[in-house]
């Protein structure tokens, strides 16, 4: 890589990686698994530099990425390998008692991963269907039927509990 080519790199990876890291962090639901799909989604687009430079919205072509790359880790053999059954020191806790965004967290890592992808890509980031679609290479009936069962998961797991951000309507 040229050192110009190089530098707009390390800035628009510079700029990026909080929203990179918030995206992976709702997707894997956990900051050690967010790194790590940021890490190999940045080191991917190292290589893909000069092609991802050529893309027409730069920021929506390394979401993509991301969203890929954490779609197709399940299928790696790595991804199965795990080191401990717990977590090897507890998570912090925090003052003022369980939130309503940590009962959502919790039962958004219990929908399936494409369905949490469609429900992050659509509900998180307010992208059309059509968008996401794109970005998960299928057909927007697909979108449209993976938003309707990851929601009706959603509602069943938080015990028919209405949230303004989950509504069927949206």
């Known amino acids: 890589m040229r050192d110009a080519s190089e530098q707009e790199y390390v800035d628009y990876v510079?700029?990026?990686i909080p929203a990179l890291r918030r995206l992976a962090y709702l997707?894997?639901?956990?900051?050690?698994?967010?790194?790590?799909?940021?890490?190999?989604t940045i080191t991917t687009l190292y290589v893909k530099w000069r092609r991802a430079q050529a893309a027409e919205k730069l920021d929506a072509y390394v979401r993509t990425m991301l969203v890929r790359t954490y779609l197709d880790e399940r299928r790696l053999a790595w991804a199965r390998v795990r080191l401990f059954r717990e977590t090897p020191e507890p998570?912090?806790?925090e003052d003022?008692?369980?939130?309503?965004?940590?009962?959502?967290?919790?039962a958004l890592s219990r929908v399936p991963r494409r369905q949490r992808a469609v429900l992050v890509l659509r509900f998180f980031y307010d992208l059309p269907v059509?968008?996401?679609a794109r970005i998960l290479d299928?057909?927007?009936g697909t979108i449209k039927s993976q938003t309707s069962?990851?929601?009706a998961t959603l509602r069943r797991l938080l015990g028919e509990r209405e949230?303004?951000?989950?509504s069927a309507t949206n």
């Open 163 to 166: 949230f303004a951000g989950f």
């Open 91 to 93: 998570p912090p806790r």
């Open 149 to 151: 069962r990851g929601l």
């Open 130 to 132: 059509d968008e996401v």
């Open 27 to 40: 997707l894997a639901g956990d900051e050690h698994r967010a790194d790590d799909l940021v890490q190999q």
């Open 96 to 106: 003022g008692g369980v939130e309503e965004r940590q009962v959502v967290r919790a």
């Open 138 to 140: 299928c057909s927007s």
């Open 14 to 16: 510079t700029a990026r």
